[in-house]
């Protein structure tokens, strides 16, 4: 403001002319609400910060996105931070992680246990890192008794990615919050990428070597002069290798539909095909005979830690492999042909259906100590072993 100008104004209405420019927000362009840091469901881009102009870190882009959502859901609300979907189940579990830190730590809303989520992920047959529809959602909503669900997506661009996450409603499906903005290509971006350009598997084929363990010894499959090394779990004779034989009938694949995936995981299969896959002699074990095997690990709650393979498991997954059982994080075939989970969870059908539709399956997770009974849709494929029919 000019000298002369303030000579003739009055020094209280300078003030107060100066207090109202500095206590409000800067207007939109035509008037209206004033301008947000965060991006509401009419979708629009979050600023990015002056440090870097092409985007924001993904730290600043999480912390805007809970911002958003504990300014948009009403305080107390039970809310589960369902799934991310990138190549990288690194990545994704990194978003969801922090994102959940923020918001606990916060208190303004009710945040499901992660252990919850994972619990009922394979039961409504989606994957942390994988696309999850409007529908699924809705279903896990409902099973985890929560009033919103957050999901959330990366996009790579010509040299940066946008990241988007939105809640949606359980009751009535209505996005209730959409978070968008573009994020840097940085250190902690590339490192939580890396191998994601094949879904993060076909970077890792290498053979498990198991330890030596008593009882242990082959067996070589007449169909296709396949050798599987086995081991004696109590009164049973197990395959402790996932069965890799591609039955002339019936729906089996390779995890990615990469061939070197099966030479290391073995093959997956429906659960029609599994009933019928072993070899003459073996059977696809029941739930008693699952139930044994644990039984002979000693501790229930600490049985899949011993089952694991020592090596192969994502985020601190691997087991002792105590027992040479070599437990491998296969993964699943969905329902719809995607592919997710392959070194963070391992699956075997079981000779026991649940309905007409599902069968009952067995489970490891990274991250996880004990082996989880669940049921889902037979056409999911899984991995199998066999037991030799003593």
């Known amino acids: ?48 910060s002056a440090a870097s102009p092409g985007g924001l870190s993904l730290d600043e882009a999480v912390a805007q996105a809970a911002g958003s959502i504990e300014e948009r859901i009403a305080a107390g609300s039970k809310i589960a931070l369902l799934n991310f979907n990138s190549p990288s189940a690194k990545f994704s579990a990194y978003v969801l992680d922090e994102l959940t830190a923020i918001l606990v730590e916060s208190r303004k809303l009710t945040v499901v246990d992660r252990k919850e989520i994972d619990l009922i992920r394979s039961e409504v047959i989606f994957q942390m890192s994988g696309e999850v529809s409007d529908e699924s959602i809705q279903q896990a909503g409902q099973k985890l008794g929560a009033q919103s669900i957050v999901s959330g997506s990366l996009t790579e661009l010509d040299g940066f990615y946008r ?122 074990p029941n739930r008693k005979d699952w139930d044994d095997m644990i039984w002979e690990t000693g501790e229930k709650e600490s049985a899949g830690t011993k089952l694991k393979s020592r090596a192969g498991w994502n985020n601190d997954g691997n087991g002792t492999d105590e027992f040479g059982f070599s437990g491998l994080p296969g993964g699943t075939r969905l329902a719809d042909g995607s592919f997710g989970n392959a070194y963070t969870g391992g699956n075997w059908w079981i000779a026991a259906e649940f309905g007409a539709n599902n069968a009952y399956y067995r489970y490891m997770y990274s991250g996880y100590d004990y082996v989880i009974e669940s049921n889902t849709n037979k056409r999911v494929g899984f991995s199998i072993r066999c037991v030799r029919d003593d």
Do not use: H
């Open 1 to 48: 403001m000019k000298k002369w100008l303030l000579r003739y104004i009055p020094v209280g209405l300078v003030l107060l002319i100066l207090s109202c420019f500095g206590s409000k927000p800067p207007m939109q362009q035509g008037g209206g609400q004033p301008q947000r840091d965060v991006v509401t469901v009419q979708q629009q881009d979050a600023p990015q």
């Open 163 to 284: 990241i988007v996450i939105r809640v949606l409603n359980v009751e009535s499906a209505a996005v209730e919050v959409q978070y968008r903005t573009n994020i840097v290509n940085d250190n902690i971006v590339a490192a939580l990428l890396i191998g994601a350009g094949t879904g993060g598997a076909a970077a890792k084929v290498d053979k498990y070597a198991p330890p030596e363990v008593a009882g242990m010894s082959a067996f070589t499959d007449p169909r296709d002069d396949r050798s599987y090394r086995t081991v004696l779990m109590g009164s049973r004779t197990w395959m402790a290798e996932n069965l890799n034989y591609r039955p002339r009938e019936g729906n089996s694949w390779c995890y990615e539909s990469d061939e070197a995936l099966c030479q290391n995981f073995g093959r997956l299969y429906d659960w029609n095909t599994a009933m019928d896959a072993c070899p003459d002699g073996w059977s696809l």
